[in-house]
């Protein structure tokens, strides 16, 4: 069985300040890690995804995440942010050899002026 | 770019009405899935489609049914809507194989049931 939990629902933050939005994750397998956004009335676009290799993962928009194989966390991360940020954030994995992903609750990340 | 297109964006329907949402998707990819959000809920995976004619059962099928005739085209079909299937639907695809393919996802339906 696998789960996704994102601790904050809702992140509220000053414009130009950093965040992280928390994600963990419990699989019996081995899995990959994706962030996802959804900006207001619009589908998801994917942001940054952890395959292999490097632990920490640059994604667009300037946001990044590390995953944490021992604590098995991939909380994402901006050093500063824009009120054009302001969105909901879904973490998901992918079980190795599965096709389809499994989301946690999302965290409504809120910037404010 | 990848794009998955969903027919309706928004749409009423009566109670009881049997109810279609189309998706389309352009990159030739085998995956197809349906997926429900609702606040607090995140995503939740109705159906999938790994081919032609091919559908598994997602966590939540019930009052659900798909069809997939061609290759680019994923039908999601509520039999007898319902008051508690309102709700946003979001279609998506991916490329086959376990490689942690990037799922792409469409622009989303909402539906409202009455």
């Known amino acids: 069985a696998q789960s996704v939990t994102q601790l904050d629902s809702q992140v509220p933050v000053f414009e130009e300040a950093p965040v992280e939005l928390r994600c963990n994750y419990s699989s019996s397998v081995s899995v990959y890690l994706f962030w996802y956004v959804q900006y207001p009335n619009q589908g998801l676009q994917l942001l940054l995804k952890?395959?292999?290799?490097?632990?920490l993962v640059k994604g667009i928009n300037g946001f990044e995440a590390e995953f944490n194989k021992s604590q098995t966390s991939f909380h994402l991360r901006k050093p500063s942010v824009h009120i054009s940020d302001t969105a909901e954030y879904f973490c998901?994995?992918?079980?190795?050899?599965?096709?389809?992903?499994?989301f946690g609750t999302g965290t409504r990340l809120t910037v404010i002026p | 770019d990848v794009k998955v297109t969903q027919s309706s964006r928004y749409l009423v329907k009566r109670t009881g009405e049997k109810v279609f949402l189309e998706c389309v998707q352009d990159?030739?990819?085998?995956?197809m899935f349906w997926y429900r959000q609702d606040p607090g809920l995140g995503l939740r995976l109705i159906y999938f489609s790994y081919d032609v004619k091919m559908k598994e059962k997602g966590d939540i099928p019930e009052g659900y049914s798909v069809s997939r005739e061609k290759k680019e085209r994923f039908s999601l079909i509520l039999e007898s809507a319902s008051t508690n299937q309102t709700s946003m639907y979001l279609c998506a695809s991916s490329d086959t194989g376990n490689r942690g393919n990037t799922i792409y996802f469409g622009e989303g339906s909402w539906l409202t049931v009455v």
């Open positions: 998901a994995v992918l079980q190795t050899g599965a096709n389809n992903l499994f």
């Open positions: 990159m030739d990819h085998e995956n």
């Open positions: 952890y395959l292999s290799g490097s632990t």
